[in-house]
């Protein structure tokens, strides 16, 4: 038996575009100036509290979940007036799940999404189907705590050897260290390839089919 859990934003979809629109509205509603579009990218993966947190860490914390309502606010009003940018796939990756669905593995979903947003986003790429388990923010603590991957490995029936944590982020890697599971980063997404190494990846994969030769390997 094999598990692959994936992070979903900046490891299989690009939606850093709506995510900075979003985070702006959110801002721009309190009066604020909004976070650069690389701070925001570098929150990404992180449950929204704790992204707010992050961003304005000397705010208080009613203000943090004030932000975060409105995040989710804007980014449904973006969606109802059909204003959404398109969050593709990255490349290879429609295939690279094909090709490990074929090969056996089970595969998993880890992310600070909500449950409706990661819903959407697989039933619109036709992926919703190849995965096991989908874990997200509406069910357990943000990231870098382990209870997502606890709770795929539960679906899957699956050890801690028998998986592997797929992500761009320090974030993911480090969910990754603290299940004790084997951890490859990607480098198409939000932190840098030393950023993961440094975090514990065993490896960090520069496209789709170094990330299938890694899992393969």
């Given at each position: 038996?094999?598990?692959?859990?994936?992070?979903?934003?900046?490891?299989?979809?690009?939606?850093?575009v709506?995510?900075?629109?979003?985070?702006?509205?959110?801002?721009?509603?309190?009066?604020?100036?909004?976070?650069?579009?690389?701070?925001?990218?570098?929150?990404?993966?992180?449950?929204?509290?704790?992204?707010?947190?992050?961003?304005?860490?000397?705010?208080?914390?009613?203000?943090?979940?004030?932000?975060?309502?409105?995040?989710?606010?804007?980014?449904?009003?973006?969606?109802a007036?059909?204003?959404?940018?398109?969050?593709?796939?990255?490349?290879?990756?429609?295939?690279?799940?094909?090709?490990?669905?074929?090969?056996?593995?089970l595969?998993?979903?880890?992310?600070?999404?909500s449950?409706?947003?990661?819903?959407?986003?697989?039933e619109?790429?036709g992926?919703?189907?190849?995965?096991?388990?989908?874990?997200?923010?509406?069910?357990?603590?943000?990231?870098?705590?382990?209870s997502?991957?606890?709770?795929?490995?539960?679906?899957?029936?699956?050890?801690?050897?028998?998986?592997?944590?797929?992500?761009?982020?320090?974030?993911?890697?480090?969910?990754?260290?603290a299940?004790?599971?084997?951890?490859?980063?990607?480098?198409?997404?939000?932190h840098?390839?030393?950023?993961?190494?440094?975090?514990g990846?065993?490896?960090?994969?520069?496209?789709?089919?170094?990330?299938?030769a890694?899992?393969?390997?």
């Amino acid at each position: 038996m094999k598990l692959a859990v994936f992070d979903c934003d900046g490891t299989l979809i690009d939606s850093q575009v709506n995510i900075i629109r979003a985070m702006e509205s959110s801002f721009q509603r309190h009066g604020l100036a909004p976070p650069d579009s690389h701070a925001t990218r570098r929150i990404v993966g992180l449950s929204l509290v704790e992204a707010m947190q992050a961003l304005l860490p000397e705010a208080d914390y009613d203000l943090h979940l004030s932000l975060a309502d409105d995040y989710k606010t804007a980014f449904q009003r973006l969606r109802a007036d059909k204003a959404l940018d398109a969050e593709p796939l990255y490349p290879g990756i429609r295939s690279l799940l094909d090709t490990l669905d074929g090969q056996g593995w089970l595969l998993a979903v880890a992310t600070g999404k909500s449950d409706r947003g990661l819903k959407l986003a697989l039933e619109h790429h036709g992926i919703h189907h190849l995965f096991i388990s989908l874990q997200t923010a509406d069910r357990h603590p943000s990231k870098p705590h382990p209870s997502m991957l606890h709770a795929a490995l539960a679906d899957a029936g699956a050890q801690v050897d028998q998986a592997v944590m797929i992500g761009d982020t320090i974030f993911d890697i480090a969910m990754g260290e603290a299940a004790g599971v084997r951890s490859i980063g990607v480098d198409w997404g939000y932190h840098d390839a030393h950023e993961l190494i440094d975090a514990g990846a065993a490896h960090v994969a520069d496209d789709a089919d170094h990330l299938l030769a890694l899992l393969n390997g």
